[in-house]
């Protein structure tokens, strides 16, 4: 008895195991990337490589549950519409900067250095249609600021859409 009890709780294991596995992999979502471009109000042009997280998944996953992220990196939400929007930041362990971008590409509110972990509500205040994340500090070290332009594919392809 003693022997089979012992299997028994090795295959609920492997049960439980293969579960959370399957669980993580239909979480976890594939970004295609693309440069975007910031042109600040001082005349700089900065560009990025940016995830994009597009879809409802996507979005949701956003940067949770990484630690680290390359300067010249970011993630481009685009939620498809324009609307205030929340963000938060649980189980994303990156401090990060928001940037609140309107349908027309211009940078509407600046949220720097997001703490790690909080759920505490990231609130955009006006309608926007997308946010770009960035490591903590880029804005305040590159001088991104409210007012500047933002240019990629993906802001260029959904004004083209009715």
Do not use: C
């Not at 996953?61 to 519409?81: I, P, S």
């Not at 189980?91 to 720097?112: A, C, E, H």
């Not at 972990?117 to 804005?139: K, Q, Y």
């Amino acid at each position: 008895m003693h022997h089979a009890l012992r299997r028994l709780n090795k295959s609920a294991l492997v049960a439980l195991f293969l579960f959370v596995l399957a669980s993580v992999m239909a979480f976890s979502a594939d970004f295609e990337t693309e440069n975007l471009v910031i042109r600040t109000k001082a005349g700089k042009k900065l560009t990025f490589t940016v995830e994009l997280a597009v879809a409802a998944n996507q979005r949701q996953q956003g940067l949770m549950n990484r630690d680290k992220m390359a300067a010249d990196r970011g993630m481009l939400f685009d939620f498809g519409e324009t609307r205030r929007v929340y963000m938060w930041m649980k189980n994303t362990y990156l401090p990060l900067d928001m940037l609140f971008i309107g349908p027309d590409g211009r940078v509407s509110l600046v949220k720097t250095n997001a703490m790690p972990l909080s759920e505490e509500i990231i609130d955009s205040h006006d309608p926007v249609r997308f946010v770009l994340e960035l490591n903590a500090g880029t804005a305040q070290k590159l001088g991104i600021a409210a007012g500047d332009m933002i240019e990629s594919r993906q802001i260029t392809a959904s004004m083209k859409k009715p």
